[in-house]
């Protein structure tokens, strides 16, 4: 049964404030100013990543309360953690990895470690938190995918393969969940500089590549990403489900 607050304010003006919401990978990049974004909306942040003095670093700058879980995605213990939840409102499902090799050289083992953590871990995290939803009748779960997750590249068959794997996943998710009141969602961003790409975009041919890619001839922010992740996660994105909003400065346009 759906124990949903009733508030008469438009969707636009209800916010946050109070919701829990859990964000994987939080520990630096995307994952980190998302929590960070969550926490000055007003939401009760659970951290979760493998590093805990980066969880440390995150919980000391965050404005509101951080709860810090120091978990590997891939591993039983976190959905535990999860399902034991008495509320969770909003998800971020960050967590993720990219190790762009030629399609010809592609090893098992950089094939399975990206099916295992960008996949199957961010399937078995989204089906715990629908089942701690579920209780409520009402939730958000954000899938970060990639622009990757609509168009093909060179050197990132894997990648490609796995977000659009993430795109697929949360079409279904939102069809089936729909009904109990929990919207699916995900943000494609464009190369953003972070502790991950950074090393891709210092090769000068390759920074040029992603340039003449991107029609408004820049590299988004960690903080654009943090604002589209805010929007799907509020009431502001009221009926939005089912989609990709695509932070990446026109790339998947072309």
Not at 115 to 132: D, T, Y
Not at 222 to 232: F, G, I, K, N
């Amino acid at each position: 049964m759906s124990v949903r607050e009733k508030d008469d304010r438009p969707v636009w003006a209800r916010g946050i404030a109070g919701h829990v919401a859990l964000v994987t990978g939080a520990g630096r990049g995307l994952g980190r100013a998302c929590a960070l974004a969550l926490s000055e909306a007003g939401a009760r942040v659970i951290a979760v990543s493998r590093t805990e003095r980066e969880l440390a670093n995150l919980a000391g700058e965050a404005p509101g309360p951080v709860e810090t879980w120091v978990e590997d995605v891939v591993g039983d213990a976190l959905l535990a953690r999860i399902e034991a939840l008495d509320r969770l409102d909003v998800l971020v499902n960050n967590a993720g990895t990219n190790r762009p090799q030629p399609f010809l050289e592609v090893t098992d083992e950089v094939l399975d470690g990206m099916l295992n953590l960008n996949v199957r871990a961010a399937f078995r995290v989204a089906r715990s938190a629908a089942r701690v939803m579920m209780k409520r009748g009402s939730g958000s779960i954000v899938n970060m995918s990639s622009q990757m997750g609509h168009v093909g590249s060179p050197r990132r068959t894997v990648y490609c393969m796995t977000k659009h794997g993430i795109e697929g996943l949360t079409k279904a998710m939102a069809v089936e969940l729909g009904p109990h009141g929990i919207r699916v969602n995900t943000v494609s961003p464009t190369f953003i500089e972070t502790p991950l790409t950074r090393p891709f975009l210092e090769d000068p041919d390759f920074a040029e590549f992603v340039m003449g890619m991107i029609a408004m001839k820049r590299l988004g922010t960690a903080d654009e990403v943090a604002a589209a992740v805010l929007y799907l996660a509020s009431p502001a994105s009221g009926i939005v489900t089912g989609t990709s909003l695509r932070v990446d400065g026109g790339w998947t346009a072309h």
